[in-house]
């Protein structure tokens, strides 16, 4: 399998070598869908950053906190479990790793799932589904950052 999307950049008219030009970008999918994307004005300050558009560190945070989602919510399925909402509220740690590196250190994961009455996991089960999808994740499984999913169990 192969996953693509596309950058676009331009200077335009902007000085460039001083460092003071528009981080500003597009990701393009395959789909057809446009993200405004720029640096996060943390990495690069404003008005060089566009505090609007998603950064790719979010970006990292989000894309693991939804593939996570995603397997949890077909495991569930799998096992019997009817999910009606699923929410995270996941959060990146930008540190220095252990060769003094900037990175993301750490993603932990707060997800908040919400059963229909019938069938529902107990503290157990719902412990062995988060389990089950955060090994079954290509973005954790991709990633040197500690992955951590801290979620209510009852």
């Not at 939804?66 to 949890?72: I, N, V």
């Not at 590196?101 to 932990?108: D, E, G």
């Not at 107990?122 to 991709?142: G, K, V």
Request: hydrophobic fraction near 45%; aromatic fraction near 8%.
């Amino acid at each position: 399998m192969q996953f693509t999307a596309t950058l676009a950049w331009q200077r335009n008219d902007q000085p460039f070598l001083d460092q003071r030009y528009s981080r500003a970008h597009e990701w393009i999918f395959d789909g057809g869908l446009r993200v405004p994307a720029s640096s996060s004005p943390l990495s690069v300050p404003l008005p060089m950053s566009n505090a609007d558009n998603v950064d790719p560190e979010e970006a990292l945070v989000a894309a693991t906190s939804s593939c996570h989602m995603l397997f949890f919510l077909s495991i569930a399925a799998k096992r019997g479990h009817v999910v009606d909402s699923y929410s995270d509220h996941a959060v990146g740690l930008l540190a220095k790793n252990a060769e003094g590196k900037l990175a993301m250190t750490r993603i932990t994961l707060r997800p908040h799932v919400v059963f229909a009455d019938a069938n529902r996991p107990d503290p157990e089960q719902l412990a062995a589904i988060h389990h089950a999808a955060h090994e079954q994740c290509y973005i954790a499984n991709s990633l040197k950052a500690e992955v951590v999913v801290e979620a209510p169990l009852g």
